[in-house]
T-cell receptor, first 114, second 111 residues
Framework: DAGVIQSPRHEVTEMGQEVTLRCKPI?????LFWYRQTMMRGLELLIY????????DSGMPEDRFSAKMPNASFSTLKIQPSEPRDSAVYFC????????????FGEGSRLTVL | SQQGEEDPQALSIQEGENATMNCSYK?????LQWYRQNSGRGLVHLIL?????REKHSGRLRVTLDTSKKSSSLLITASRAADTASYFC???????????FGTGTRLQVFP
């Protein structure tokens, strides 16, 4: 398996622009998580899905953030409009409930908002 | 908010020495996991210990868990330069499927 695939790996955009980050989880995994990593706040859980259904979005910072999982093999995290404080590395991770909780992470999408 | 705090924040040792990292958390958990992150990369799972376990081994890794003190430790024996990375503990709170990460320990192993 190719692992969790995220795109783009790097994104530089200007304040006010819409940003869409994409994730393809490992086939057969039924959980998908979005995390954000910054030096100041560390790794923060934004939202997670189980069987494509959002379970907990309490970590989503503002209404500017939204996430979808239209099917088992694809998820998006959208920021609209983006702000400089959104600059971070965004990680997607997936897991299989039967495996006991181990997360498999993608390589991350590094977002810079100017 | 973060569930776990790691100690120390940074650790520098020579190859061959042992490295010990500690993690404290706040609430009752299902399990505690340790992850490694190389610079610029995603996190990689190392080991999982369940709340009813006290110690677990995997290769050069040894993890302990003390639920009464809400703390865990990760020991890396006979460290290598390739062990240089950040190490994070993560806890799965009882009643949830969420994995919350600690602040991490940056380990530098000098050849």
């Amino acid at each position: 398996d190719a692992g969790v695939i995220q795109s783009p790996r790097h994104e530089v955009t200007e304040m006010g622009q819409e940003v869409t980050l994409r994730c393809k989880p490992i086939s057969g995994h039924d959980y998908l998580f979005w995390y954000r990593q910054t030096m100041m706040r560390g790794l923060e859980l934004l939202i997670y899905f189980n069987n494509n259904v959002p379970i907990d979005d309490s970590g989503m910072p503002e209404d500017r953030f939204s996430a979808k999982m239209p099917n088992a093999s694809f998820s998006t995290l959208k920021i609209q409009p983006s702000e400089p404080r959104d600059s971070a590395v965004y990680f997607c991770a997936s897991s299989w409930s039967e495996a006991g909780g181990e997360l498999f992470f993608g390589e991350g999408s590094r977002l810079t908002v100017l | 908010s973060q569930q776990g705090e790691e100690d120390p924040q940074a650790l520098s040792i020579q190859e061959g020495e042992n490295a010990t990292m500690n993690c404290s958390y706040k609430t009752s958990i299902n399990n505690l996991q340790w992850y490694r992150q190389n610079s610029g990369r995603g996190l990689v799972h190392l080991i999982l210990i369940r709340s009813n376990e006290r110690e677990k081994h995997s290769g050069r890794l040894r993890v302990t868990l003390d639920t009464s003190k809400k703390s865990s430790s990760l020991l890396i024996t006979a460290s290598r330069a390739a062990d240089t990375a950040s190490y994070f503990c993560a806890t799965e709170k009882i009643g949830t499927d969420k994995l919350i990460f600690g602040t991490g320990t940056r380990l530098q192993v000098f050849p």
